[in-house]
């Protein structure tokens, strides 16, 4: 358990590095923000692929809203085949690969395209970020999957899930 704390320490402590930056650059703006004037606010931003054939590509984008600055802390994402009905045991796992990149600051999120069971996890067991994400506002995500299956055409829909930073006047 203390470990665990430890982690997410460290986890609070890059993401207010992250935000410091942020912050210094309202500030040569005139625009710094203070704790109090920062409030944050669940959020989830979703990409859905619809009918990605065998060996197909398809590319999306998620644009991050101008009103607040984003945090990304978990993907999870939910396949099927032809929107057939699944159990448990039927689970879809999606023969795809994803590529995610952050445009804002021009950097890939993962060094090459990964088997989107690697990098998502299913909605009710979250891939955890082991650092949060920022994300600023009107930048945008740009995320590229491949199916490389060698029959089945997927749907897919991907989650982003963090919580949004809106500064307000104070």
Do not use: C
């Not at 395209?113 to 996890?121: C, D, E, K, M, Q």
Request: hydrophobic fraction near 40%; charged fraction near 20%; avoid cysteine.
């Amino acid at each position: 358990m203390n470990n665990e704390m430890q982690r997410v320490q460290a986890q609070n402590i890059r993401l207010r590095e992250q935000l410091t930056q942020r912050n210094q650059h309202l500030s040569a703006l005139g625009q710094a923000p203070t704790d109090s004037n920062i409030k944050k606010d669940f959020y989830v931003y979703e990409e859905d692929f619809s009918s990605v054939a065998a060996a197909g590509v398809a590319t999306g984008n998620i644009n991050i809203q101008a009103d607040s600055d984003f945090v990304l802390q978990k993907l999870t994402y939910f396949a099927d085949i032809a929107a057939a009905a699944q159990t448990d045991s039927t689970r879809v796992v999606p023969l795809m690969t994803v590529q995610i990149k952050d445009t804002g600051s021009g950097r890939d999120l993962i060094e090459t395209a990964a088997p989107v069971s690697n990098v998502f996890g299913e909605g009710r067991l979250p891939f955890i970020l082991p650092t949060p994400k920022l994300f600023l506002a009107r930048s945008t995500i740009a995320i590229t999957v491949e199916n490389f299956d060698a029959a089945s055409t997927y749907n897919l829909r991907l989650s982003f899930i963090g919580y949004k930073i809106f500064r307000t006047a104070g």
